[in-house]
Protein backbone atom coordinates (compact mmCIF):
# COMPACT_ATOMS: atom_id res chain seq x y z
CA UNK A 1 0.00 0.00 0.00
CA UNK A 2 0.90 3.59 -0.25
CA UNK A 3 3.61 4.71 2.45
CA UNK A 4 5.13 8.12 3.49
CA UNK A 5 8.55 8.54 4.62
CA UNK A 6 9.18 10.93 6.99
CA UNK A 7 12.48 12.55 7.88
CA UNK A 8 13.86 13.52 10.40
CA UNK A 9 12.20 11.13 12.94
CA UNK A 10 13.60 13.78 15.77
CA UNK A 11 15.30 16.77 15.84
CA UNK A 12 16.43 19.08 18.67
CA UNK A 13 17.13 22.03 18.51
CA UNK A 14 17.82 26.09 20.14
CA UNK A 15 15.38 28.37 20.23
CA UNK A 16 15.56 30.77 16.80
CA UNK A 17 17.02 28.15 14.77
CA UNK A 18 15.10 26.61 11.41
CA UNK A 19 13.97 23.95 11.21
CA UNK A 20 13.14 21.64 7.58
CA UNK A 21 11.46 18.54 7.62
CA UNK A 22 10.51 16.26 4.54
CA UNK A 23 7.69 13.56 3.73
CA UNK A 24 8.54 11.27 0.51
CA UNK A 25 6.58 8.82 -0.98
CA UNK A 26 6.82 6.68 -4.03
CA UNK A 27 3.19 7.33 -5.26
CA UNK A 28 1.43 10.43 -6.17
CA UNK A 29 -0.66 12.16 -4.01
CA UNK A 30 -3.84 14.37 -4.56
CA UNK A 31 -2.97 16.68 -1.21
CA UNK A 32 -0.62 16.99 1.24
CA UNK A 33 -1.35 17.64 5.23
CA UNK A 34 1.19 19.00 7.70
CA UNK A 35 0.17 18.48 11.21
CA UNK A 36 1.46 19.26 14.38
CA UNK A 37 0.05 16.77 17.40
CA UNK A 38 0.59 17.96 21.38
CA UNK A 39 0.91 15.16 24.25
CA UNK A 40 -2.83 13.59 24.86
CA UNK A 41 -4.28 15.33 21.90
CA UNK A 42 -5.40 15.14 18.21
CA UNK A 43 -3.47 16.63 15.45
CA UNK A 44 -4.07 19.64 14.07
CA UNK A 45 -3.87 20.84 10.72
CA UNK A 46 -0.98 23.28 9.95
CA UNK A 47 -0.78 23.52 6.17
CA UNK A 48 -2.75 22.21 3.56
CA UNK A 49 -1.54 21.71 -0.10
CA UNK A 50 -3.54 21.21 -3.04
CA UNK A 51 -1.54 21.89 -6.37
CA UNK A 52 2.12 20.29 -7.14
CA UNK A 53 4.88 22.65 -6.96
CA UNK A 54 2.64 24.76 -4.48
CA UNK A 55 4.33 26.88 -1.80
CA UNK A 56 2.12 28.12 1.06
CA UNK A 57 2.54 29.80 4.49
CA UNK A 58 0.97 30.19 7.82
CA UNK A 59 3.46 32.43 9.85
CA UNK A 60 6.28 31.44 11.12
CA UNK A 61 5.95 27.85 8.57
CA UNK A 62 6.02 26.97 5.06
CA UNK A 63 5.22 23.75 3.35
CA UNK A 64 5.70 23.03 -0.23
CA UNK A 65 3.95 20.39 -2.88
CA UNK A 66 6.48 18.65 -4.60
CA UNK A 67 6.53 18.85 -8.32
CA UNK A 68 6.44 15.10 -8.70
CA UNK A 69 4.12 15.18 -5.96
CA UNK A 70 5.24 12.51 -4.17
CA UNK A 71 7.15 14.70 -1.71
CA UNK A 72 6.72 17.77 0.64
CA UNK A 73 8.38 19.55 3.05
CA UNK A 74 8.11 21.95 6.04
CA UNK A 75 10.04 24.72 7.40
CA UNK A 76 9.96 26.51 11.12
CA UNK A 77 11.80 29.50 11.15
CA UNK A 78 12.73 31.11 14.31
CA UNK A 79 11.67 28.49 16.30
CA UNK A 80 10.24 28.88 19.62
CA UNK A 81 9.61 26.59 22.86
CA UNK A 82 6.01 26.28 21.98
CA UNK A 83 6.77 24.59 18.47
CA UNK A 84 7.25 21.14 20.38
CA UNK A 85 5.61 18.34 19.69
CA UNK A 86 5.60 15.83 16.90
CA UNK A 87 4.76 16.74 13.22
CA UNK A 88 3.06 14.55 10.86
CA UNK A 89 3.06 14.74 6.95
CA UNK A 90 -0.06 13.21 5.49
CA UNK A 91 -0.56 12.72 2.30
CA UNK A 92 -4.48 11.88 0.09
CA UNK A 93 -4.42 9.99 -2.73
CA UNK A 94 -5.67 6.31 -4.21
CA UNK A 95 -8.64 5.36 -5.45
CA UNK A 96 -10.43 5.37 -2.52
CA UNK A 97 -8.73 8.88 -0.92
CA UNK A 98 -8.11 7.83 2.22
CA UNK A 99 -5.49 10.22 4.67
CA UNK A 100 -1.88 8.10 5.05
CA UNK A 101 0.53 9.39 7.76
CA UNK A 102 4.09 10.18 7.65
CA UNK A 103 5.86 8.27 11.10
CA UNK A 104 5.84 11.32 12.44
CA UNK A 105 9.29 14.02 13.45
CA UNK A 106 9.53 14.63 17.00
CA UNK A 107 10.46 18.67 17.54
CA UNK A 108 12.45 19.42 21.13
CA UNK A 109 13.39 22.91 21.20
CA UNK A 110 15.88 24.57 23.85
CA UNK A 111 15.28 27.58 25.42
CA UNK B 1 -13.96 26.61 11.58
CA UNK B 2 -14.77 22.99 12.09
CA UNK B 3 -14.75 21.25 15.77
CA UNK B 4 -15.33 17.53 15.98
CA UNK B 5 -15.84 16.44 19.57
CA UNK B 6 -14.65 13.37 21.43
CA UNK B 7 -15.35 11.98 24.53
CA UNK B 8 -14.48 10.90 27.14
CA UNK B 9 -10.87 11.75 27.18
CA UNK B 10 -9.75 9.29 29.17
CA UNK B 11 -11.27 6.07 30.34
CA UNK B 12 -9.82 3.10 32.77
CA UNK B 13 -11.70 -0.03 32.47
CA UNK B 14 -11.35 -3.79 33.85
CA UNK B 15 -10.25 -6.55 31.19
CA UNK B 16 -13.57 -7.76 29.73
CA UNK B 17 -15.91 -4.84 30.09
CA UNK B 18 -17.19 -2.92 26.91
CA UNK B 19 -15.95 0.79 26.35
CA UNK B 20 -17.92 2.98 24.32
CA UNK B 21 -16.31 6.40 22.67
CA UNK B 22 -18.03 9.20 20.96
CA UNK B 23 -17.07 11.48 17.97
CA UNK B 24 -19.53 14.27 17.35
CA UNK B 25 -19.27 17.16 14.79
CA UNK B 26 -20.77 20.31 16.39
CA UNK B 27 -20.96 22.52 13.75
CA UNK B 28 -21.19 20.72 10.35
CA UNK B 29 -22.87 17.74 9.34
CA UNK B 30 -20.26 14.64 8.73
CA UNK B 31 -21.57 11.87 6.43
CA UNK B 32 -18.31 10.31 6.77
CA UNK B 33 -15.99 9.81 9.85
CA UNK B 34 -12.60 8.34 10.34
CA UNK B 35 -11.07 6.43 13.78
CA UNK B 36 -7.58 6.05 14.03
CA UNK B 37 -5.46 4.20 16.37
CA UNK B 38 -1.75 5.31 17.73
CA UNK B 39 0.29 3.52 19.90
CA UNK B 40 3.01 5.47 21.82
CA UNK B 41 5.41 7.41 19.89
CA UNK B 42 4.05 6.02 16.64
CA UNK B 43 1.92 7.44 13.72
CA UNK B 44 -1.85 7.26 13.31
CA UNK B 45 -3.17 3.85 11.53
CA UNK B 46 -6.54 4.18 10.28
CA UNK B 47 -8.86 1.39 12.01
CA UNK B 48 -11.73 2.32 9.93
CA UNK B 49 -14.32 4.41 7.95
CA UNK B 50 -17.57 5.13 9.35
CA UNK B 51 -20.65 5.64 6.77
CA UNK B 52 -23.39 7.38 7.83
CA UNK B 53 -26.46 5.13 8.10
CA UNK B 54 -24.58 2.04 6.65
CA UNK B 55 -21.68 -0.40 7.70
CA UNK B 56 -18.35 0.78 8.43
CA UNK B 57 -15.44 -0.17 6.28
CA UNK B 58 -12.40 -1.69 8.44
CA UNK B 59 -9.08 -1.55 7.59
CA UNK B 60 -7.51 -5.27 6.81
CA UNK B 61 -6.24 -6.10 10.29
CA UNK B 62 -9.21 -4.53 11.92
CA UNK B 63 -11.29 -7.30 13.55
CA UNK B 64 -15.19 -5.14 13.20
CA UNK B 65 -16.77 -7.88 15.72
CA UNK B 66 -14.00 -6.53 18.50
CA UNK B 67 -14.18 -2.37 17.48
CA UNK B 68 -18.09 -2.03 16.78
CA UNK B 69 -19.05 1.21 14.89
CA UNK B 70 -21.76 2.94 14.90
CA UNK B 71 -22.66 6.15 12.68
CA UNK B 72 -26.40 7.10 13.04
CA UNK B 73 -26.51 10.75 12.44
CA UNK B 74 -24.72 12.86 10.91
CA UNK B 75 -23.06 14.30 13.79
CA UNK B 76 -22.51 11.35 15.87
CA UNK B 77 -20.13 8.18 15.46
CA UNK B 78 -19.53 6.11 17.81
CA UNK B 79 -16.74 3.41 18.41
CA UNK B 80 -17.24 0.59 21.08
CA UNK B 81 -14.62 -1.45 22.27
CA UNK B 82 -15.95 -5.09 23.23
CA UNK B 83 -14.15 -7.38 25.77
CA UNK B 84 -11.30 -4.88 26.16
CA UNK B 85 -7.73 -6.75 27.03
CA UNK B 86 -4.91 -5.04 27.95
CA UNK B 87 -3.55 -5.46 24.29
CA UNK B 88 -6.29 -3.10 23.55
CA UNK B 89 -4.99 -0.31 25.41
CA UNK B 90 -4.26 2.96 23.04
CA UNK B 91 -4.92 6.28 21.94
CA UNK B 92 -8.19 6.62 20.14
CA UNK B 93 -8.43 9.48 17.44
CA UNK B 94 -11.29 10.48 14.93
CA UNK B 95 -11.74 12.74 12.81
CA UNK B 96 -14.35 13.79 9.84
CA UNK B 97 -14.31 15.50 6.60
CA UNK B 98 -15.59 18.78 7.29
CA UNK B 99 -16.09 20.38 3.60
CA UNK B 100 -13.50 23.31 3.14
CA UNK B 101 -11.79 22.35 6.20
CA UNK B 102 -10.95 19.34 5.20
CA UNK B 103 -9.50 16.66 7.90
CA UNK B 104 -10.38 17.58 11.48
CA UNK B 105 -9.46 15.38 14.36
CA UNK B 106 -11.28 15.15 17.68
CA UNK B 107 -8.84 15.12 20.92
CA UNK B 108 -8.34 11.47 21.03
CA UNK B 109 -9.56 9.21 23.98
CA UNK B 110 -6.65 7.32 26.18
CA UNK B 111 -7.84 3.95 26.98
CA UNK B 112 -6.57 2.11 29.49
CA UNK B 113 -7.54 -1.62 30.22
CA UNK B 114 -6.72 -3.11 33.05
Known amino acids: GQQLNQSPQSMFIQEGEDVSMNCTSS?????WLWYKQDPGEGPVLLIA?????ELTSNGRLTAQFGITRKDSFLNISASIPSDVGIYFC???????????FGKGTKLSVKP | GAVVSQHPSWVICKSGTSVKIECRSLDFQATTMFWYRQFPKQSLMLMATSNEGSKATYEQGVEKDKFLINHASLTLSTLTVTSAHPEDSSFYIC??????????FGSGTRLTVV
Open chain 1, 27 to 31: SIFNT
Open chain 2, 95 to 104: SALAGNYGYT
Open chain 1, 49 to 53: LYKAG
Open chain 1, 90 to 100: AGIGGSQGNLI
